[in-house]
């Protein structure tokens, strides 16, 4: 039986992750109804999703798949390749002229986190302090300057950039026109 996972409203099925759990682990029906102490029949049922087990069977199944609950629950999170415009953020600042786009939700739990940042003229990103990372942008349309400490780096549209952010940091718009940039941060600092 479908399980809708609270707030994220993406139906899960419980036997099919017990399935691709049990065959990546080179193991019969029987072989993890024996180390779970339970009939091949109803890992059977489970697996075709016509049992639902208890918490404590479900616990148990998972510790002899090498697994627990959270990590078997959160697995669908992962799972999404592709992110269209819905699932995308924008938030603009006026004071810095700039609109900064997430192009991935709740980044905050990845090792990256790209954005689309989008400076007006005299604009700028906010300045970051040194922090343990690494950026690397790429300019779409204008041109930017990179701040690294007290020394200033230029970039134009078809330019990328990388740097270490051990040291204070921005990018700023120099151009008469807005300038646009795919940004990535690793860890995720937006």
């Known amino acids: 039986m ?4 609270s707030g994220l409203c993406k139906e899960m099925d419980i036997g099919k992750k017990i399935k691709r759990l049990r065959l990546l682990n080179n193991l019969t029906q029987q072989e993890l109804a024996d180390r779970c102490e339970l009939s091949k029949g109803y890992i059977s049922q489970l697996e075709k999703d016509i049992a639902s087990p208890s918490i404590a069977t479900l616990i148990d199944l998972l510790q002899c798949l090498g697994t627990d609950l959270k990590e ?7 799972n ?23 192009l991935i939700p709740n980044c905050m739990k990845n090792t990256m ?3 689309i940042i989008t400076l007006q003229p005299g604009g700028a990103s906010k ?7 690494e950026e690397f942008g790429f300019v779409l349309e204008g041109n930017v300057e990179i701040h690294l400490g007290s020394t200033v780096y230029k970039a134009k549209k078809g330019n990328s950039f990388y740097y270490n952010t051990s040291l204070p940091h921005y ?4 151009g008469k026109r807005p300038a646009k940039i795919i940004w990535v941060s690793s860890p995720p600092n937006f």
């Open 80 to 102: 999404q390749i592709v992110f269209t415009a819905n699932d995308m953020f924008e938030k603009e600042n006026e004071e810095n002229k700039s609109i900064v786009k997430w």
């Open 72 to 78: 078997f629950f959160s697995q669908d999170e992962d």
């Open 127 to 133: 300045q970051d302090e040194p922090h343990d990372g």
């Open 113 to 115: 986190e790209p954005i």
């Open 171 to 174: 990018i700023s718009n120099v």
């Open 2 to 5: 479908p399980i809708k996972k």
